[in-house]
């Protein structure tokens, strides 16, 4: 597999001092040779994933700011970043590589923003029964990966919910990522895109089992 050249971190560290369409444009032919390379990286994850897991496609997103409706008008991000999905509809969750220096680098696998009614389904499978998904997140090989379940949740139950529930930890969740952080000097080993394919490896368990909730209803019968 590649690896990440310093260069590249370097320049995201120029573009945060110099945040504008002038300088950008004055050091683009720069940008295109790393964005190249960086690109060269993504796929190489790609690559080593569909080893191990049935993934499609992969996304590397775009260096411009959408600023329609931001306060922050700076027109850069000072990151690269991408996606790798998996094939739909039958397997779901995706993986997110984030590359941005100042430690700031890392990935995350999981669901991100589930329609209303996928997150319906989840939190009615652990209202029912949440004893696989904790045998899942406290299995020592996965939890020394990927730590503890993070994203977003209510405050309270959701509506229709016992807010006294025992899983109601996790039925209030909006969101369930796992995420994993780089050091700046993590990202420039020669082995960090394999610990970046070996920590996405270790999360088939979790996706296996979020896949085969919301395929099935509550009586476990298929529905794709």
């Known amino acids: 597999m590649t690896s990440i050249d310093t260069k590249a971190f370097q320049f995201l560290k120029k573009l945060e001092k110099n945040n504008n369409r002038d300088w950008f444009a004055e050091n683009k032919m720069e940008f295109k040779a790393i964005e190249a390379d960086i690109k060269k990286a993504f796929k190489s994850v790609f690559e080593a994933l569909k080893a191990h897991d049935d993934v499609d496609q992969f996304k590397m997103f775009r260096i411009y700011r959408d600023v329609r409706f931001s306060k922050n008008k700076l027109p850069y991000k000072i990151h690269f970043s991408g996606s ?16 941005e220096p100042n430690n700031k680098s890392f990935i995350a696998v999981g669901f991100w923003d589930p329609n209303k009614e996928d997150l319906l389904r989840i939190r009615k499978e652990f209202e029912m029964d949440a004893s696989e998904m904790r045998d899942i997140m406290k299995a020592k090989i996965f939890k020394s990966v990927w730590g503890e379940l993070e994203g977003d949740e209510l405050i309270s139950a959701p509506r229709n919910f016992d807010k006294e529930h025992q899983n109601i930890d996790l039925i209030r969740k909006k969101q369930f990522v796992f995420t994993k952080k780089f050091s700046d000097d993590q990202v420039f080993k020669s082995d960090f895109l394999e610990i970046v394919n070996s920590a996405f490896k270790e999360v088939k368990p979790f996706f296996n089992y979020m896949s085969d909730v919301l395929t099935t209803n509550l009586n476990g019968e298929r529905i794709i």
């Open 84 to 99: 790798f999905q998996r094939r739909k509809p039958e397997l779901r969750g995706g993986y997110y590589m984030h590359l």
